[in-house]
């Protein structure tokens, strides 16, 4: 009741001129109420009260106030942990540009990670040093999502195959000098799809990311016996940089005993990354369920997202997750390498946990018990009787999805011609006019929107 009370007035004080004469404001923006928390980095797995004040996480214990709080969400028998990190995405989309991963074959990335609970996505490579401004102009700064980038080690990025195979086109010093201009956005160097048998383009990328100071992402291309995979990881690649597709079965991850790849195991005890990267055409269960049988987990899952993959056996960030709880992970771990490790791979500390002072990027994830079918590259399916589903995710300390309303009051307890009645420091979807920092009340000047009801 508490939550409902403060919800009414405190937008009717400000509205009034009254605010601050009755009582000070609330400790907490919003505060998320009886939740099952998991956050790796703090070693939490235990239900916990999640207080939001300012865009941070401002208090997490075992009881906080609800009269502390300007709006109380109830999420017990719900999961919340801190907002999904998806390294492994391809959103340069809108430059027009065919067949390319700068142009048509990326994705607009709001349609496709909030609502499955990702806060942050890492581009993987689409942009290269020549690029990567009008990327950053054209999707990074007009996105909701927060979006980092691999810069890729091609200068033009992953505009197809004439420019993906350009050796001359891979070089390391523009493509440091451009992560350095741009520390904290551009968090890695990419190799991707190159076919040939040079050993060049990881050389080069490794070299720009021992210049800028970052990990580099591998995606190893064609298969080449004049660069074996063992190479790669025990040789190539540097403690911390990251081998994806893991799971792909397309460069010798397991031997033809069925066993994985001795150099897999000998380069992560080097402290090479290993990374799902499921995408359209890189996971398989007859690689992954061996592999995981044997002990080798991924260090991080991501999705690959792109055109090919969205539609296709991926689907989303929740649905890889769900492949690795069927395969017999416990969602700790998969909530660990969804969120704190790849944040910790790309050196982002401040994301992939909720230590107090952190941001406030939340997810509120249900797991649902039924009949349910999970599909690889090739198309086959394993059954699976859990999967994830996202109730609400929170975005620097706001809402900005709610699949089922759970934040919102029944609009029959309202009063009659109800406006936008959220408020700014807690709602990114339906803040009423004047209580988002920066905007003019103007009353009535805008139709309600429609609150989201959700529905499977
Ligand atoms: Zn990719």
Same mark, same amino acid.
């Given at each position: 009741?508490?939550?409902?009370?403060?919800?009414?007035?405190?937008?009717?004080?400000?509205?009034?001129?009254?605010?601050?004469?009755?009582?000070?404001?609330?400790?907490?923006?919003?505060?998320?109420?009886?939740?099952?928390?998991?956050?790796?980095?703090?070693?939490?797995?235990?239900?916990?009260?999640?207080?939001?004040?300012?865009?941070?996480?401002?208090?997490?214990?075992?009881?906080?106030?609800?009269?502390?709080?300007?709006?109380?969400?109830?999420?017990?028998?719900?999961?919340?942990?801190?907002?999904?990190?998806?390294?492994?995405?391809?959103?340069?989309?809108?430059?027009?540009?065919?067949?390319?991963?700068?142009?048509?074959?990326?994705?607009?990335?709001?349609?496709?990670?909030?609502?499955?609970?990702?806060?942050?996505?890492?581009?993987?490579?689409?942009?290269?040093?020549?690029?990567?401004?009008?990327?950053?102009?054209?999707?990074?700064?007009?996105?909701? $999502?927060?979006? *980092?980038?691999?810069?890729? !080690?091609?200068?033009?990025?992953?505009? #197809?195959?004439?420019? %993906?195979? +350009?050796? @001359?086109?891979?070089?390391?010093?523009?493509?440091?000098?451009?992560?350095?201009?741009?520390?904290?956005?551009?968090?890695?160097?990419?190799?991707?799809?190159?076919?040939?048998?040079?050993?060049?383009?990881?050389?080069?990328?490794?070299?720009?990311?021992?210049?800028?100071?970052?990990?580099?992402?591998?995606?190893?291309?064609?298969?080449?016996?004049?660069?074996?995979?063992?190479?790669?990881? $025990?040789?190539? *690649?540097?403690?911390?940089? !990251?081998?994806?597709?893991?799971?792909? #079965?397309?460069?010798? %991850?397991? +031997?033809? @005993?069925?066993?994985?790849?001795?150099?897999?195991?000998?380069?992560?005890?080097?402290?090479?990354?290993?990374?799902?990267?499921?995408?359209?055409?890189?996971?398989?269960?007859?690689?992954?369920?061996?592999?995981?049988?044997?002990?080798?987990?991924?260090?991080?899952?991501?999705?690959?997202?792109?055109?090919?993959?969205?539609?296709?056996?991926?689907?989303?960030?929740?649905?890889?997750?769900?492949?690795?709880?069927?395969?017999?992970?416990?969602?700790?771990?998969?909530?660990?390498?969804?969120?704190?490790?790849?944040?910790?791979?790309?050196?982002?500390?401040?994301?992939?946990?909720?230590?107090?002072?952190?941001?406030?990027?939340?997810?509120?994830?249900?797991?649902?018990?039924?009949?349910?079918?999970?599909?690889?590259?090739?198309?086959?399916?394993?059954?699976?009787?859990?999967?994830?589903?996202?109730?609400?995710?929170?975005?620097?300390?706001?809402?900005?999805?709610?699949?089922?309303?759970?934040?919102?009051?029944?609009?029959?307890?309202?009063?009659?011609?109800?406006?936008?009645?959220?408020?700014?420091?807690?709602?990114?979807?339906?803040?009423?006019?004047?209580?988002?920092?920066?905007?003019?009340?103007?009353?009535?000047?805008?139709?309600?929107?429609?609150?989201?009801?959700?529905?499977?």
């Amino acid at each position: 009741m508490a939550a409902i009370r403060n919800l009414f007035l405190v937008p009717l004080a400000f509205a009034l001129g009254v605010a601050g004469q009755s009582q000070p404001p609330p400790k907490y923006d919003l505060l998320l109420r009886g939740g099952h928390v998991i956050d790796a980095r703090n070693k939490i797995s235990a239900v916990r009260d999640v207080a939001i004040a300012g865009g941070k996480i401002a208090a997490i214990d075992a009881r906080l106030d609800p009269a502390d709080a300007l709006k109380t969400v109830d999420v017990s028998g719900l999961y919340v942990t801190p907002g999904l990190v998806d390294i492994h995405a391809h959103t340069y989309t809108g430059t027009g540009e065919r067949a390319s991963y700068a142009g048509d074959n990326s994705v607009s990335p709001d349609g496709f990670t909030f609502r499955v609970g990702v806060t942050t996505v890492a581009d993987a490579g689409c942009a290269g040093w020549r690029n990567f401004e009008d990327f950053k102009q054209r999707i990074i700064d007009r996105s909701k $999502t927060r979006i *980092l980038a691999f810069i890729n !080690i091609v200068g033009n990025g992953m505009r #197809g195959g004439a420019y %993906e195979q +350009d050796l @001359s086109d891979m070089e390391a010093q523009p493509t440091a000098d451009m992560a350095r201009k741009y520390p904290g956005l551009i968090i890695g160097v990419k190799t991707a799809h190159y076919n040939g048998p040079e050993w060049a383009p990881v050389e080069r990328a490794v070299e720009a990311g021992t210049m800028a100071n970052i990990p580099v992402m591998v995606d190893f291309g064609a298969n080449k016996p004049e660069r074996p995979l063992a190479d790669l990881v $025990t040789k190539k *690649l540097r403690p911390g940089d !990251i081998y994806t597709h893991m799971y792909s #079965g397309l460069r010798g %991850e397991l +031997d033809p @005993s069925g066993h994985v790849n001795a150099g897999m195991i000998e380069g992560r005890k080097r402290g090479v990354i290993f990374d799902v990267g499921h995408g359209g055409g890189s996971f398989l269960w007859r690689v992954a369920v061996p592999a995981i049988k044997q002990g080798f987990t991924p260090d991080s899952i991501s999705t690959d997202l792109h055109i090919g993959s969205m539609n296709t056996g991926m689907k989303d960030m929740l649905n890889v997750m769900d492949k690795f709880l069927a395969m017999g992970l416990s969602l700790d771990d998969v909530i660990a390498q969804s969120t704190w490790h790849p944040a910790r791979e790309i050196k982002q500390d401040g994301l992939g946990h909720l230590s107090i002072g952190a941001t406030a990027d939340v997810a509120v994830l249900r797991v649902e018990q039924g009949h349910f079918g999970l599909v690889d590259m090739n198309g086959a399916r394993m059954d699976a009787t859990q999967r994830l589903m996202c109730e609400l995710t929170v975005k620097d300390g706001k809402v900005v999805y709610d699949l089922n309303g759970i934040s919102r009051p029944d609009w029959q307890t309202l009063p009659a011609g109800y406006g936008p009645i959220g408020d700014g420091r807690w709602d990114g979807l339906n803040p009423a006019r004047g209580t988002t920092p920066g905007t003019q009340r103007g009353r009535g000047a805008a139709p309600a929107a429609a609150p989201t009801r959700g529905g499977r």
